[in-house]
């Protein structure tokens, strides 16, 4: 699976995935979904967002979701 909505530059918030070099780093979108936020809400806080961004971001977590294993305790 390919991401174009996904940068990753060194030089931009320390090298994190960010949304199409915004300087809005992917692990801030799926927090705001995770606590809550609904799509609507977060484009209209941050009109720089597109849905599409958002979509994008969820397939990415998808992705890294399938490649890791945590361990939780008992």
């Known amino acids: 699976m390919r991401f174009e909505r996904i940068t990753v530059d060194p030089r931009v918030c320390n090298g ?3 949304i199409r070099e915004l ?8 927090g705001l979904l995770a606590s809550g936020e609904t799509q609507e809400t977060i ?11 958002i979509l994008e971001a969820l397939g990415y977590a998808a992705r890294l979701a399938e490649e890791e294993t945590v361990e939780f305790l008992p």
């Open 23 to 30: 300087r809005f780093p992917v692990s801030r979108l799926l």
């Open 43 to 53: 484009l209209r806080a941050y009109p720089y967002l597109e849905a599409e961004d």
């Open 16 to 18: 994190k995935p960010c």
